[in-house]
């Protein structure tokens, strides 16, 4: 079916491409008759359109973690860390409940409603992100494989550790009143406001179709290509002229950016963030997003989130058999389809040279 869309000519591929993005812009108002099934509202169930918002999130989340699984060959176990990192970046820095803004007010002598504007907490967020990337990425990125993994899983316990065991993150108690676009939450606002989530999807549904560009660009750029190489041999790539070590950072540093934006959107909306909320679990479910979808391939991962966020929201009445379906998803997935369900024509072809290869070896 990718090679015939791939066949079509230029103007019918992007016909069909904007029809699609509009088909998802009006996803929060579906009411065709025959695909009112598909939402979750029906029964008594989640709001569709903050479900739609949440799925949004997912899919964000998954292009990020599969610029560093996917694209650089890098197993990150605490992507969690830096979904925190973003949430918390605008919690302490935009909320007015915040013990950091209550800090600066005291030491500028600020009126007490102030707090930094949601827009500068976006760039602070991505800043923010980056940085702990760097941290994280510099003395860990010389390790490989499992031993990789184990350092990052450390990672994501270790924010949330400490934003629940310091008094500056508002403690396991958390932090409210987190602003949005409007400023902090309020019965006033009548665009993003708590009950209505068709703007906040709308919102998130644009910044995903920014992000994808934008990560779209840069996989097929200079930098995406040594990406490409260092996964498949890094020492083949050093030899070539690729630093390892510079481009792998990179990975980690814009996987972690698009993690703290997708932080950034979901404490926005939430209005309130603790740090239970960001546990270990919650970043295996990341890495199975982009496991089930097909690591490499940004269709096949956004594909893979939104069917781990939607499917348990969906189907809420086998809501207690959620982990024993997602482990036997994985099983299945591993053993019936290891490139995922949209692999990438690339890894595809690994996965087929090795099943050959492996035969005429024994």
Same mark, same amino acid.
């Given at each position: ?9 230029? @103007? ?6 904007a029809?699609f ?5 009006y996803?929060? +108002?579906l009411?065709?008759?025959g695909?009112?099934w598909?939402r979750?509202d029906?029964n008594?169930?989640?709001n ?19 610029v560093?699984?996917?694209l ?6 605490g992507?969690?860390g830096f979904f ?5 970046s605008?919690?302490?820095f935009?909320s007015t409940?915040?013990p950091v803004v !209550? ?9 007490e409603?102030?707090?930094v504007? @949601?827009?500068?907490?976006?760039? +602070?967020?991505?800043?923010l992100t980056?940085?702990s990337g760097?941290?994280l990425g510099?003395?860990t990125?010389?390790?490989r ?10 990672f ?11 008094e @500056?993150?508002?403690?396991?108690q958390g932090?409210a009143?987190?602003?949005?676009p409007?400023g902090a939450?309020?019965?006033?606002n009548?665009?993003f406001g ?6 906040w ?5 644009t ?5 994808v560009?934008?990560?779209?660009r840069?996989e097929?750029?200079?930098?995406g ?8 041999d890094e020492?083949?790539a050093a ?6 070590f !510079?481009?792998?950072? @990179?990975?980690?540093a814009i996987g972690a950016?698009?993690g703290g934006?997708?932080?950034f959107l979901?404490?926005?909306?939430q209005?309130f963030i603790?740090?239970n909320q960001?546990?270990a679990?919650?970043s295996i479910?990341f890495?199975?997003?982009v496991v089930v ?6 269709a096949g991962?956004a594909?893979g ?8 929201e969906r189907?809420?009445d086998?809501?207690e058999?959620r982990?024993?379906?997602?482990g036997l998803?994985l099983?299945l997935?591993m ?7 949209i692999?990438s ?5 690994e996965l087929k040279?090795?099943?050959e290869?492996?035969?005429?070896s024994v």
């Amino acid at each position: 079916m990718g090679e015939r869309f791939r066949a079509l000519p230029k @103007w019918q591929r992007m016909l069909a491409f904007a029809a699609f993005v509009a088909f998802l812009y009006y996803l929060p +108002l579906l009411g065709i008759p025959g695909l009112t099934w598909l939402r979750t509202d029906v029964n008594g169930g989640n709001n569709w359109a903050g479900v739609l918002f949440v799925c949004a999130v997912y899919v964000l989340i998954a292009i990020g973690l599969n610029v560093v699984i996917g694209l650089a060959g890098l197993l990150d176990l605490g992507y969690v860390g830096f979904f925190a990192v973003g949430a918390y970046s605008v919690a302490l820095f935009g909320s007015t409940q915040s013990p950091v803004v !209550k800090a600066l007010q005291e030491r500028f002598d600020m009126p007490e409603g102030w707090a930094v504007a @949601w827009a500068i907490c976006i760039p +602070l967020a991505i800043a923010l992100t980056m940085i702990s990337g760097v941290l994280l990425g510099w003395p860990t990125l010389r390790l490989r494989g499992d031993y990789l993994a184990i350092v990052t899983l450390g990672f994501g316990e270790i924010i949330r550790i400490v934003v629940r065991n310091v008094e @500056w993150s508002g403690g396991p108690q958390g932090v409210a009143a987190i602003p949005g676009p409007q400023g902090a939450p309020s019965a006033d606002n009548d665009v993003f406001g708590l009950i209505d989530a068709k703007p906040w999807y709308w919102l998130a549904l644009t910044v995903v179709l920014v992000l994808v560009f934008a990560v779209r660009r840069l996989e097929n750029s200079r930098v995406g290509r040594a990406w490409l190489a260092v996964r498949e041999d890094e020492d083949a790539a050093a030899v070539m002229g690729v630093y390892p070590f !510079k481009y792998k950072l @990179w990975a980690f540093a814009i996987g972690a950016a698009l993690g703290g934006i997708s932080g950034f959107l979901f404490a926005s909306r939430q209005g309130f963030i603790e740090p239970n909320q960001f546990n270990a679990q919650l970043s295996i479910l990341f890495v199975a997003m982009v496991v089930v979808g097909g690591a490499g391939n940004m269709a096949g991962v956004a594909l893979g989130a939104f069917l781990l966020a939607y499917l348990p929201e969906r189907f809420r009445d086998f809501a207690e058999w959620r982990f024993l379906v997602f482990g036997l998803a994985l099983v299945l997935v591993m053993l019936l389809r290891p490139q995922g369900l949209i692999p990438s024509r690339r890894r595809a072809r690994e996965l087929k040279d090795r099943a050959e290869e492996v035969p005429a070896s024994v």
